[in-house]
């Protein structure tokens, strides 16, 4: 194999590797953008879920309320 071939393989897998480089790149952007997206997704269903269970709380503390009440003015 002459210089020249070498050189010319060795350009040939430059090419391929910046290329496969540059793909590589173009997912990672992606799927961060993806994970982005979906981390935002989660947090906002969270905090539904949060606010729901504070609501719940609210109603739980005052039904024990309202029995503590009956309970008295049943003795």
Request: no cysteine.
């Amino acid at each position: 194999m002459t210089i020249d071939e070498r050189l010319e393989a060795l350009t040939a897998r430059h090419e391929a590797l910046t290329q496969s480089l540059e793909l590589l790149t173009y997912d990672v952007r992606e799927m961060r953008a993806s994970m982005d997206h979906r981390f935002a997704k989660t947090a906002e269903i969270f905090e539904t879920a949060l606010d729901s269970i504070k609501r719940l709380e609210t109603i739980a503390t005052a039904h024990e309320h309202r029995i503590s009440r009956l309970e008295d003015e049943a003795s």
